[in-house]
């Protein structure tokens, strides 16, 4: 079977850093990504990670350990329009490929 | 295209009607999935097209959902005799697979669909 674990929910202060995490358990993996999804509209592509350790892109990180089945995303100096949704999704390889999305966490940033 | 296309934006229709819902993905895109959206939840996988191969069908959660895709272009979802429950946001996404590993999705602004 498969399945992709996040917090529902989390807050956070603008300005702060927050870690959302992801832990997984698929019939193969493939890679892993992050999205971000504002209220009303359709998800955008974050990061990729395929390989063990740290990706960074700009305020925005993310953490692979595939021993482990866990990834995070680190959101660094918090905006206010940081405030979204943010999907996890494995690329399942005994799937075919196919690419499965968790429950998303959504974020609040307060001021 | 420069995007991901999906038609309607919007759907009203009554419980027990027929609904076809269009995706057209970016151009050179082989990869095509549809994803259900209820309000407040996370991507529910439908169904899910790769150039020539059958496409795999595992995530249609009943036999009212169908959907065909000609060659590496369109691609319609139908429902027919929707429920209330088939209430929600279906989006489309499509990718460009190289080699065995998926490219990042690029998704349509989905079709909102309420079923009265």
């Known amino acids: 079977g498969q399945n992709i674990d996040q917090p529902t929910e989390m807050t956070a202060t603008e300005g702060a850093i927050v870690q959302i995490n992801c832990t997984y358990q698929?019939?193969?993996?493939?890679?892993l990504f992050w999205y971000q999804q504002h209220a009303g509209e359709a998800p955008t592509f974050l990061s990729y990670n395929v390989l063990d350790g740290l990706e960074e892109k700009g305020r925005f990180s993310s953490f692979l350990s595939r021993s482990k089945g866990y990834s995070y995303l680190l959101l660094k100096e918090l905006q206010m329009k940081d405030s979204a949704s943010y999907l996890c999704a494995v690329i399942n390889e005994g799937g075919g490929f196919k690419t499965i999305f968790g429950a998303g966490t959504r974020l609040f940033v307060k001021a | 295209g420069a995007g991901v296309s999906q038609s309607p934006s919007n759907k009203v229709t009554e419980k027990g009607k027929d609904v076809e819902l269009r995706c057209d993905p970016i151009s050179g895109h082989t990869a095509l999935y549809w994803y259900r959206q209820r309000l407040g939840q996370g991507l529910e996988f439908l169904i899910y097209f790769q150039g020539n191969s059958a496409p795999d069908k595992s995530g249609l959660p009943s036999d009212r959902f169908s959907a065909e895709r000609t060659g590496e272009s369109v691609s319609t979802l139908t429902i027919q005799r929707t429920q209330q429950e088939d209430s929600a946001v279906y989006l489309c996404?499509?990718?460009?697979?190289?080699?065995?590993?998926?490219?990042?999705?690029?998704f349509g602004s989905g079709t909102q669909l309420s079923v009265l």
């Open positions: 996404a499509s990718s460009l697979v190289i080699t065995t590993t998926n490219e990042k999705l690029f």
């Open positions: 698929t019939s193969g993996f493939n890679g």
